[in-house]
């Protein structure tokens, strides 16, 4: 099954096992609107396996290189709602940043652009389970 390109938030149920897989188109394609003489969202191709949310983890170290011309990195997180207060970010409290899931209130999520942090290494932690995409 294969969607039309979406901005928006998504949250997949299924009965039996599945694999889900997101892509994010590369230069002028990333921006969906392209053709209609507005300006383009340079970026790279990329496919990301998603983790079910019952094989989430509660901390992780990650790395996103600084050395390359990439102006935007971004972290996507989906933690449960009632433990949305517990996510730290390099220690610090990032509880502000999420948003609850409309069709799925027990599921909050927040996109948060690294850059603003600074740096190149990144802790997450809380005190359940979460994914996070970099």
Do not use: W
Not at 46 to 66: A, F, G, K
Not at 94 to 119: D, T
């Amino acid at each position: 099954y294969t969607t039309e390109p979406t901005t928006a938030f998504s949250f997949i149920n299924a009965d039996k096992k599945i694999s889900v897989a997101q892509y994010a188109l590369t230069q002028i394609c990333a921006d969906s609107r392209n053709g209609i003489g507005l300006p383009t969202k340079p970026s790279d191709p990329d496919m990301v396996l998603l983790n079910p949310l019952e094989y989430s983890i509660d901390r992780i170290t990650l790395y996103s290189s600084t050395k390359l011309a990439i102006s935007e990195q971004f972290l996507n997180i989906t933690i449960p709602t009632s433990k949305v207060a517990s996510f730290k970010l390099n220690n610090q409290d990032f509880s502000n940043r999420f948003n609850v899931f409309p069709s799925q209130p027990e599921f909050s999520y927040a996109q948060i652009l690294l850059h603003q942090i600074g740096g190149s290494s990144f802790s997450l932690s809380a005190d359940t389970g979460f994914n996070a995409i970099a």
